[in-house]
């Protein structure tokens, strides 16, 4: 039978824990920064960042939820949460001059981009096969069909991998381009790192915790064959 076993909290327990200190570095860097001002609303940064590089043709629309914000690349469209477009703060120029630079990826075919975007079926078959072939597997007693889930959910690792370099060079192009630009003065792109350093530690807690889940059911069924 499938139980839930104490020693996979174990196992993925440095991810979590990096996870925690991550979500708290984003809440203590997003209330610093959304407290200092900036010259343009998010929405209005992100429109200059875009026209910048080319982009006019990318819309931006304002949708709701918390920093809910992210670019649609079939859509072309820069979608930002309410509180970062109309934000005049250095907190939501920073977010969305990240967007922007997804857009910019997009409109370059920034290799890791392009294989991310290849990997997201990959990843959902993945996230909906891995416990009902395991499962399946458990219950029938039929080993191939736990494999068979191990790799499913492999998946799910390959998205998560990929993903980083995408995310941290979203970040870096959104960086040099509100120096550049003259949105952001330099000597006050601390407050701005802080946020878009913070997001990132979050990814990294996300692959590790990935990562480390393969492991766990890589050696307890090796174990268990």
């Given at each position: 039978?499938f139980?839930?076993?104490?020693?996979?909290?174990?196992?993925?327990s440095?991810?979590?824990?990096?996870?925690?200190?991550?979500?708290?570095?984003?809440?203590?860097?997003?209330?610093?920064?959304?407290?200092?001002?900036?010259?343009?609303?998010?929405?209005?940064?992100?429109?200059?960042?875009?026209?910048?590089?080319?982009?006019?043709?990318?819309?931006?629309?304002m949708?709701?939820?918390?920093?809910?914000?992210?670019?649609?690349?079939?859509?072309?469209?820069?979608?930002?949460?309410?509180?970062?477009?109309?934000?005049?703060?250095?907190?939501?120029?920073?977010?969305?001059?990240?967007?922007?630079?997804?857009?910019?990826?997009?409109a370059?075919?920034?290799?890791?981009?392009?294989?991310?975007?290849?990997?997201?079926?990959?990843?959902?078959?993945?996230?909906?096969?891995?416990?009902?072939?395991?499962?399946?597997?458990?219950?029938?007693?039929?080993?191939?069909?736990?494999?068979?889930?191990?790799?499913?959910?492999?998946?799910?690792?390959?998205?998560?991998?990929?993903?980083?370099?995408?995310?941290?060079?979203?970040?870096?192009?959104?960086?040099?381009?509100?120096?550049?630009?003259?949105?952001?003065?330099?000597?006050?792109?601390?407050?701005?790192?802080r946020?878009?350093?913070?997001?990132?530690?979050?990814?990294?807690?996300?692959?590790?915790?990935?990562?480390?889940?393969?492991?766990?059911?890589?050696?307890?069924?090796?174990?268990?064959?």
């Amino acid at each position: 039978m499938f139980y839930f076993d104490p020693l996979y909290l174990i196992f993925i327990s440095p991810a979590l824990i990096l996870a925690l200190w991550a979500q708290l570095r984003v809440k203590m860097a997003y209330a610093s920064a959304q407290g200092m001002p900036a010259p343009l609303s998010g929405a209005a940064a992100a429109r200059h960042v875009l026209d910048s590089a080319g982009l006019t043709g990318v819309a931006i629309e304002m949708v709701p939820g918390h920093l809910s914000d992210h670019y649609d690349p079939r859509e072309k469209v820069l979608r930002l949460s309410s509180e970062v477009y109309q934000s005049r703060s250095l907190a939501a120029v920073g977010i969305a001059a990240h967007e922007a630079g997804h857009a910019i990826q997009d409109a370059h075919a920034y290799a890791p981009l392009v294989v991310r975007n290849a990997a997201v079926p990959v990843a959902g078959f993945g996230s909906g096969a891995f416990f009902i072939l395991l499962i399946l597997g458990l219950a029938l007693q039929v080993p191939w069909l736990i494999w068979a889930g191990i790799i499913a959910f492999s998946g799910i690792v390959l998205f998560q991998v990929v993903n980083l370099p995408v995310e941290f060079n979203a970040s870096a192009r959104a960086k040099a381009q509100l120096v550049e630009l003259g949105i952001v003065p330099s000597d006050q792109m601390v407050y701005v790192n802080r946020v878009l350093n913070a997001a990132a530690l979050t990814y990294v807690a996300a692959t590790l915790q990935a990562i480390l889940t393969l492991l766990y059911y890589i050696m307890r069924f090796s174990n268990r064959d």
